[in-house]
């Protein structure tokens, strides 16, 4: 069984590959061979950025990458509700009607398995599952065991996969913006409108609208208050 220097050496990771390394001997003395691991980001007016970490068989990838079956999949399904760990088997794809799905992952050997999501603070949300062909046990005890070590793993792998995958879903360039675009987004972040931020920065309504525009169009959104968390995002409203 793994130890607490094991569990360690995950939160301790400080490159993807360490990452990986950390949890799949975890994984593999739980006597897991497959593991995966996401990074689901969540950004204003956008689809989602994923970063994933996993050991996918050769194939596995193209073979399981459509997003029209993502939406269909109870395992995942049950992911975006729940934050406690999950049991699957094939079973749990006949009975919500998607048995084609199994059918698709198992001759990679992915049968069976535990999962478990942790929805972070920032819209951020952390996916781990371990997967394997052999059924899971049957007896409660170990089974229960099981699930509390999933879980402790992805407790601890949690921080590490925010700091080692999180800047991998960075755009290459932040965008600049200008002093004014700045105070705009940043008067507008403490919920001034347009005329009262013309009035604290002795503007003319028409003059913050078009810092107001340029931010927006800089930061590739579509509403000034996408723009500001965005901004946030980026760290481009942050005190100085």
Known sequence: MPTLNDYQAVAEARTKDELLDALLSVANQLDFGLLTSLLVLERPQQPNTVVSLANFPTGYADAANDPAASKRDPVLDRLRRLSVPI????????????????????PFGYRTGVAVCLHLPG???????IDREKALPKNDVRLTRLLAD????????????????????????VASLTRRETEVLRWTMLGKDTNAIA???????STVKFHAENAIAKLGCETRHAAVLRAIEFGLLASR
Not at 91 to 104: S, V
Not at 199 to 205: E, H, K, R, V
Request: no cysteine.
């Open 87 to 106: 049991v699957w088997d094939q079973a749990t794809y006949i009975n919500d009607g998607a048995a084609d799905l199994w059918d698709i992952q198992a």
């Open 123 to 129: 819209a951020r949300h952390f996916v781990l599952g």
């Open 150 to 173: 999933v879980q402790l793993l992805a407790v601890h792998a949690q921080d590490a996969a925010i700091r080692v995958l999180a800047p991998l879903a960075q755009p290459a360039r």
């Open 199 to 205: 009035q604290i920065l002795s503007l003319s309504p």
